[in-house]
């Protein structure tokens, strides 16, 4: 119920224009194919090398000539640009690599297989390749790497483009770097691959867009909702990191359930209550860590909650404090002190910006609800006690006498455990099947419009993210 704790790339060239670079998704693959566009020699022609240093002086010119000012996505790929070609002397990478450029933009035509538009990854100004001058073609096949590079190794989405309380990310990856490998390998198609997700769930949700795209196609449809949903997930994949540890708890909130994973098998799973339908109470989705345990647990209101819900009762009613066992602390808060306070009995301690943490409650029944989105952000745990004796490595017995005491005391686990707060609309379960749920919050919508074309500007921003987003405040 409660919160509270006790105590893409942009790359601009003048014969070009700026050249939008962003991730995103399509419906469908596209049936021309890079071989299809030219003869393969004319792809990425050979120029003799006295135009070397002439081309690298103008790659130099055009980076340093693109517009910075539309944003930080735009001024992040413009860096990575200019970080790659300075280590290159500014001088063309592509000119004798024939076959990478060639590896490459098949890659990009099988992005649908990852739930994005090879079209948003310029698509169409790869059919003008052959016609380009060597510094424009060169710093578009650069850019058109780095782009999918990025999309697939953080997401489409980026944690800066998302939600306040859409907070997930993977562990950095630089990609300029993997441009530089690809480079000097014959495939730059499979190191691009090796930056995607591995995860059960990425697998498992791949093939289930290739199973029914082509159930689709053969019934001559259109992108059905499911399409729509598998892509989006995908692309909340792709903000995970690439190794989840071992040991770790899983809460998902559109799920409404929390699993506990011992080196990568689940061990238990048991049924959660999340943050209602109103945005600054929905829980949010982040990364943290349990480090340690509150028996009979304080708890400290926030102060929104103080001053919107329980204070204006309590002025009507003298004595609404009094029966609730809430004390008005020296500093001005508001505490409801241990032993039967809304945490119930256990809260799980881990620290986030957002105050949100798993505990206990004295309501039981409301889990039996279908609709278990009825707290202010935290996650309600059906049966904490089990949990609490599974992460501190104690038989249940002893959890229970520390809670009998009727004493607030802390206990530090033997190790921290990950845990993750996400939400997925679409997943794999424990026995390899695709599994969906209802947007409860609505966020799917949001990320389609990342992710669908039609719903990008002429700067390949999805609409709503010109509008200003208000911070959550939790």
């Given at each position: 119920m409660t919160r509270g704790l006790p105590g893409r790339i942009r790359a601009g060239a003048a014969s070009l224009g700026a050249v939008a670079l962003v991730a995103a998704c399509a419906p469908a693959e596209p049936t021309v194919r890079a071989a299809d566009l030219a003869p393969a020699a004319s792809l990425v022609a050979a120029r003799p090398s006295p135009m070397a240093a002439s081309a690298g002086t103008r790659l130099d010119d055009l980076i340093a000539r693109t517009p910075k000012s539309d944003g930080a996505g735009e001024r992040r790929n413009v860096d990575l640009l200019r970080r790659f070609y300075a280590r290159h002397g500014f001088a063309p990478v592509w000119e004798t690599r024939q076959g990478q450029?060639?590896?490459?933009?098949?890659?990009?035509?099988?992005?649908?297989?990852?739930?994005?538009?090879?079209?948003?990854?310029?698509?169409?100004?790869?059919?003008?390749?052959?016609?380009?001058?060597?510094?424009?073609?060169?710093?578009?096949?650069?850019?058109?790497?780095?782009?999918?590079?990025?999309?697939?190794?953080?997401?489409?989405?980026?944690?800066?483009?998302?939600?306040?309380?859409?907070?997930?990310?993977?562990?950095?990856?630089?990609?300029?770097?993997?441009?530089?490998?690809?480079?000097?390998?014959?495939?730059?198609?499979?190191?691009?691959?090796?930056?995607?997700?591995?995860?059960p769930t990425y697998r498992l949700l791949r093939q289930a867009l290739k199973d029914l795209g082509a159930d689709t196609a053969a019934r001559g449809g259109t992108a059905p909702t499911r399409l729509r949903e598998i892509k989006v997930n995908l692309e909340r994949e792709r903000w995970l990191p690439r190794r989840l540890p071992a040991d770790r708890v899983w809460v998902n909130v559109a799920d409404g359930r929390l699993v506990l994973y011992r080196d990568g098998r689940p061990v238990f799973s048991t049924r959660v209550i999340v943050g209602q339908n109103d945005r600054r109470n929905q829980s949010p989705e982040l990364q943290a860590?349990?480090?340690?345990?509150?028996?009979?647990?304080?708890?400290?209101?926030?102060?929104?909650?103080?001053?919107?819900?329980?204070?204006?009762?309590?002025?009507?009613?003298?004595?609404?404090?009094?029966?609730?066992?809430?004390?008005?602390?020296?500093?001005?808060?508001?505490?409801?002190?241990?032993?039967?306070?809304?945490?119930?009995?256990?809260?799980?301690?881990?620290?986030?910006?957002?105050?949100?943490?798993?505990?206990?409650?004295?309501?039981?029944?409301?889990?039996?609800?279908?609709?278990?989105?009825?707290?202010?952000?935290?996650?309600?745990?059906?049966?904490?006690?089990?949990?609490?004796?599974?992460?501190?490595?104690?038989?249940?017995?002893?959890?229970?006498?520390?809670?009998?005491?009727?004493?607030?005391?802390?206990?530090?686990?033997p190790k921290p455990v990950p845990v993750f707060v996400v939400y997925e609309t679409a997943f794999a379960d424990d026995d390899g099947r695709v599994q969906f749920r209802a947007d409860i919050y609505g966020r799917d919508a949001e990320i389609w419009q990342h992710l669908d074309p039609q719903h990008l500007d002429p700067k390949g921003r999805a609409v709503a993210e010109r509008e200003v987003r208000e911070p959550r405040g939790r």
């Open positions: 450029a060639n590896s490459l933009m098949d890659a990009v035509w099988r992005a649908s297989d990852h739930g994005l538009a090879p079209e948003l990854f310029h698509r169409d100004l790869l059919r003008s390749l052959p016609t380009m001058p060597t510094p424009e073609r060169d710093m578009l096949l650069s850019s058109v790497f780095l782009s999918y590079a990025d999309a697939l190794a953080r997401g489409a989405m980026p944690v800066e483009r998302r939600r306040d309380d859409e907070t997930l990310t993977p562990e950095p990856i630089d990609v300029t770097a993997a441009l530089d490998a690809a480079l000097a390998s014959p495939d730059p198609a499979s190191a691009l691959e090796a930056l995607a997700p591995t995860t860590s349990i480090d340690g345990l509150w028996f009979n647990p304080p708890w400290n209101v926030p102060k929104d909650i103080a001053t919107e819900e329980i204070l204006p009762k309590a002025r009507r009613d003298p004595g609404y404090l009094a029966r609730h066992n809430m004390v008005m602390l020296p500093d001005g808060g508001l505490q409801q002190q241990g032993g039967n306070s809304a945490l119930g009995q256990l809260m799980f301690h881990m620290h986030n910006r957002f105050d949100v943490y798993l505990h206990d409650t004295p309501s039981k029944n409301l889990f039996s609800r279908d609709d278990r989105r009825i707290s202010h952000g935290c996650i309600r745990v059906e049966d904490p006690r089990k949990l609490a004796a599974l992460l501190m490595q104690q038989p249940i017995e002893a959890i229970d006498q520390a809670i009998a005491t009727g004493n607030t005391t802390w206990s530090v686990l």
